[in-house]
């Protein structure tokens, strides 16, 4: 660090440089929103999920349905076979025809329930089919909804291309400003502090870590004569 003064170019520079970190730390978490929302839209993804489970939820409603019609058809089967039976005359014992009687009863009782079983099926998939043309047409709106959000979405991404790219060539003249061992002191912990390798000693202390900062650091930094390192998290030091 060198003992003379430093200039009022450089420290302007200082500020300058920490101010746009500041903005670009800012700027790449905006950046990073916008092309996520400009690659997956949640609420469209959402429509999507809800369309697509009511139609589900009618399949499985068709799919019950179906197997009920099945099974009234089999009951109506094996009544008719029944009921050909004890008209046939071919039953030999009262046995026989007790058994067929029984039967028959037995498959009039299932016909009865298949019927309660049927209207039950009909009535849920109705019911399954009404929620999905609301559905349908809430999907269209909102994949309408969806186009100009990501047009949006996408004209924020280039805006913040730009202010970085604006932002880095303020950085660039700033860092050219500065004695070659700060900017390499600089340099060394950008990517190491996640883009911020400044903080400020207030009343003492490091703005970053809030550990104290050394009364001769103090000194420097009111005196201009060079920019300290936080001795805990190693940022370079600035005045508030
Ligand atoms: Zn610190």
């Known amino acids: ?28 978490s905006a950046l990073s929103h916008a092309k996520e929302r400009a690659t997956l839209d949640v609420r469209l993804g959402a429509a999507r999920t809800r369309l697509s489970e009511a139609e589900q939820a009618v399949a499985h409603a068709s799919t019950a349905r179906r197997a009920i019609e099945d099974q009234i058809e089999d009951t109506n089967l094996r009544t008719k076979r029944t009921e050909a039976r004890l008209a046939s005359g071919r039953l030999q014992s009262e046995r026989e025809v ?65 202010r970085l790219a604006a932002i880095d060539a303020v950085r660039r003249d700033a860092a050219q400003k500065l004695p070659p061992d700060i900017r390499d002191r600089y340099r060394a912990l950008y990517p190491k502090t996640g883009g911020r390798p400044f903080a ?25 004569t060079g920019v300290p390192s936080c001795p805990s998290c190693g ?3 600035l005045a508030p």
């Open 200 to 224: 400020e000693a207030i009343a003492g202390e490091c703005s970053n870590c809030h550990r104290s900062v050394p009364a001769a650091s103090v000194q420097m930094i009111r005196a201009h």
């Open 1 to 28: 660090m060198a003992d003379a003064s430093l200039s009022a170019e450089v420290w302007d520079a200082l500020r300058q440089l920490a101010y746009e970190d500041g903005e670009r730390v800012a700027v790449r």
């Open 98 to 162: 007790q058994a067929a009687q029984t039967e028959l009863e037995n498959l009039q009782a299932t016909a009865v329930q298949n019927d309660e079983a049927w209207l039950l099926a009909t009535s849920n998939e109705d019911t399954a089919k009404s929620a999905v043309p609301g559905l349908t047409a809430a999907l269209a709106s909102e994949e309408r909804a969806a186009e100009d959000r990501q047009a949006a979405a996408e004209r924020e991404v280039a805006d913040a291309e730009r």
């Open 235 to 237: 940022r370079l030091l």
